[in-house]
């Protein structure tokens, strides 16, 4: 599609990027670390797993990690991602973190600024991502810590750092109310949150960031006219880039960017909720939450329920549906929880995490067995009612809720004050509706340079290549980071030959 240049003149913004990162989240920051010039390179220590190790000594020694055969470095490596990039990185940064060890990255870096590549991360709200809007001082995150990290920049150190000067400020104020000396292995919402940003200020990123700014469509054109080639003395037609559109979230003024390549770094859409397809879903929409954080706002900030209201309506039980509930029982809110799974159904997440590293999901999975068992008492000072196995029939605008349990068929009616429907979010891929995606809900790409098989220069990172958790999710930043090394290190060897023989070509001419 051709631009329209007059249409070009209407907006405030027109640049063009080499590369241009959709998301201001994990994925992009630790993409705009590694095309920013720092360059990864094993520090020569051993790692547990043998056969990584012989490739390691035998073939990487000191060369760059981005100049390696990333499919032959990661071969045969197994573990919790489905992407052979996240493991192989995942073992160089948190070795033998599933048997529970804390040791030190295998990698060094080293800072090149030359080799850094053009860039620019677009994304709504802070830097963050999803932790620019996870604000709690008390949740804490599934994973340990240091799994939150990006690289080169220690978690441990930095909570360190953070502790004393909340402490030092509390103490200041006289206040010692908010002093929390809270040493968890797993760090509060709020942590991470100033780690991400913290981590932009330090690695010197804040340049190669656009935050506040929405992006709303990624088409093909080609902008540039068609130039005469003396080499081959043809009329050529100049390369197609991507155009990127958006607007300034606050100002609302339009832009538009070109770029060779874009990274959909976009993460999981929260916004858009699975209907559950019941009767009353309309009527019940005005007093439905769908957000961790506006739950939270209701019960800590608005108090808008306390003991005394009618119960809160659970619906799910994944981590977010875990959050809340552990919010309502510190506020003794009274509850109606319900899912369709059973409680010994492997896919519940309660039942994919260690009891000893996560002791309050324990707790809750304890709670949630004993709810069900009619003769036991849970706790004299918080109600909370769980039907497992069970699906909502219909909800009514006063907030009569009807639900059926599905081994018995028999429902009951309850009366609830609010809805906290946390059933996951419908996966749709931004911006290229068309595309098929895989079982894993993630976009179709290569697993070693993470380029999305079916659109020519987009690569896609997170949780659309399948890899939700920050520990993971580096992996494919690297191996996007190394695909782009590779082109440009291609192209710049192209040119000097070109020039050389262009040279060559003049003077026979
Ligand atoms: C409540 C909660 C708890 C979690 N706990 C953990 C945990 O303990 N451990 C863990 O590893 N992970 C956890 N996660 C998963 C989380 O997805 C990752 O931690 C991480 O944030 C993923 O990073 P990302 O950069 O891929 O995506 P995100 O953090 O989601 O960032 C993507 C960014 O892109 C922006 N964006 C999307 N579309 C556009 C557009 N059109 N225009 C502009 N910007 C756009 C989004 O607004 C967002 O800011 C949790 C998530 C939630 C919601």
Known sequence: MAVNTTDIRCFDRYERKDVVIIGNGPSAIALSYLLSGHIPYWNGCPVSNDYLNMKLEKHVKDNSLFEQDLEFLSDGLEGRSRNPVSLLIDNLIHPDADLGANLQSKIKWRHDPLSAIDHICIGRGGIGGVWNRLTSKQLHTVSMATWMELPNYSMSIFRQKYRACRLRQATNNENTSIINDDTSLRATYDEIRSYYINYVKKHRLINYFRNGHEVVSIERVCIDAPFYDDLTQE???????????????????????????????????????????????????????????????????????????????????????????????????????????????????????????????????????QSTTPTTSTSVEWSYQCCIQSEIISITEDGTVHIRNLRTQITTEYEISLIAKLTGAESQIPFFRSLTTNKNNGLNINPYTYECTDLENIYALGALAGDKLVRFLQGGAFACAANLFKKYRQISTDNKLSSVVTSRTRIVV
């Open 235 to 369: 009329i050529c037609t100049p390369e197609a880039l991507w155009e990127i559109r958006g607007y300034d979230e606050q100002t609302k003024i339009p832009f538009i960017m070109h770029a060779k390549y874009v990274v959909l770094a976009t993460g999981i859409p929260q916004q858009i909720t699975k209907p559950l397809g019941i009767i009353g879903e309309q009527a019940s929409h005005s007093f439905t939450y769908t957000c961790l954080t506006d739950i939270e706002d209701i019960i800590v900030n608005k108090k808008r329920l306390t003991k005394n209201s009618k119960p809160l309506l659970i619906i799910g039980c994944g981590l977010t549906a875990i959050d809340v509930l552990l919010l309502c029982q510190q506020y003794l809110i009274p509850v109606v929880h319900v899912f369709r799974r059973a409680i010994d159904d492997h896919e519940l997440v309660l039942n994919q995490l260690s009891a000893t590293v996560f002791p309050e999901y324990e707790y809750i999975k304890e709670l949630i067995k």
